[in-house]
């Protein structure tokens, strides 16, 4: 059992717990916290590389029972007192158990299904709440993939892991795609419409025909979008709104214009 807080193992988790990338990016893996996420991790096919885990707080539930049942046969497990996962945990209240994983890995532009692709393009999003809270409204949309801009926060922040609750195993994302290597791939996949979230855009977002293949362009929370993004779009596209609001919240605002092309999709000839 690891006992004290200054143990290696509990000063390497925290380490790849911080804000900071430089940890996570040096081992190309990530911490996954709680009893939700963990079990998510695991379903997905994700294997750790290390697991800790505080038997008294997962006997509380009945999931985190079943949780531990199924880790305890798994190499990688190793026990912890409470202060030591504590120390290692993010979290204030910690669920009793947290893993290291392996960044996922996927091909530069996945292959769609059957659907027609449906791609997110984030152009320098940088806060990890949005991040979070899009990527699982882009996965609950039926998004194909999505691709971040080097100027994105990062995609293993503590806040966005907790955020996507899971998504990061499931949902394609690609990194580092800068404007040049975005638009070649665009072209490669005949993407007809890329159209780019603004709030001055010219047509409302439900009046785009959001069937064919399509890519979303969402832009940064305070600057809008780059230049760059702005003539790759094919099209701008807004959401039209009352009272005095000016924008809404960029996840908002992008989960919006996605469960819209859901919709589109769901009503065309075997959707």
Same mark, same amino acid.
């Given at each position: 059992m690891i006992s004290s807080a200054s143990n290696p193992t509990i000063k390497r988790i925290r380490a790849l717990g911080a804000p900071a990338p430089q940890h996570r990016r040096a081992e190309q893996a990530f911490v996954v916290e709680g009893v939700r996420a963990v079990e998510e991790a695991l379903n997905a096919g994700a294997q750790p590389t290390l697991l800790l885990y505080e038997a008294a707080a997962l006997g509380q539930s009945a999931r985190g029972k079943a949780l531990l049942a199924r880790v305890a046969r798994l190499p990688a497990t190793q026990e912890a007192s409470p202060v =030591?996962?504590?120390?290692? +945990?993010?979290?204030?209240?910690?669920?009793? /158990?947290?893993?290291? *994983?392996?960044?996922?890995?996927?091909?530069?532009?996945?292959?769609?299904?059957? =659907?027609p692709p449906l791609y997110l393009i984030l152009d320098s999003l940088r806060d990890p709440g949005n991040l979070g809270t899009l990527l699982r409204s882009a996965e609950a949309a039926g998004v194909t993939a999505c691709w971040l801009t080097p100027d994105c926060v990062d995609l293993y922040n503590p806040k966005v892991v907790?955020?996507?609750? !899971?998504? &990061? *195993?499931?949902?394609?994302?690609?990194?580092?795609?800068?404007?040049?290597?975005? $638009?070649? #791939?665009?072209?490669e996949r005949a993407i007809p419409l890329v159209a780019a979230l603004d709030a001055r855009g010219e047509q409302p977002y439900y009046s785009v025909d959001w069937r064919?293949?399509? =890519?979303?362009?969402? !832009? %940064? @929370?305070? &600057? !809008?979008?780059?230049?760059? +993004? $702005?003539? =790759?779009? #094919?099209? $701008?596209? +807004? /959401?039209?709104? $009352?009272?005095?609001? @000016?924008?809404? %919240?960029?996840?908002?605002? +992008?989960?919006?214009?996605? *469960? @819209?092309a859901l919709r589109q999709r769901s009503l065309a000839p075997g959707g």
């Open positions: =030591a996962l504590a120390a290692a +945990a993010e979290t204030v209240q910690p669920q009793g /158990i947290l893993g290291v *994983f392996p960044f996922p890995t996927w091909p530069p532009a996945p292959a769609p299904g059957a =659907a907790r955020a996507g609750a !899971g998504v &990061h *195993f499931r949902l394609p994302c690609i990194l580092d795609q800068d404007w040049p290597a975005l $638009r070649r #791939t665009l072209a064919p293949p399509a =890519a979303l362009i969402v !832009g %940064n @929370e305070a &600057h !809008g979008l780059s230049s760059q +993004a $702005r003539q =790759a779009a #094919t099209a $701008r596209v +807004a /959401i039209p709104m $009352r009272g005095g609001a @000016e924008s809404l %919240n960029a996840a908002t605002a +992008a989960s919006v214009v996605l *469960f @819209e």
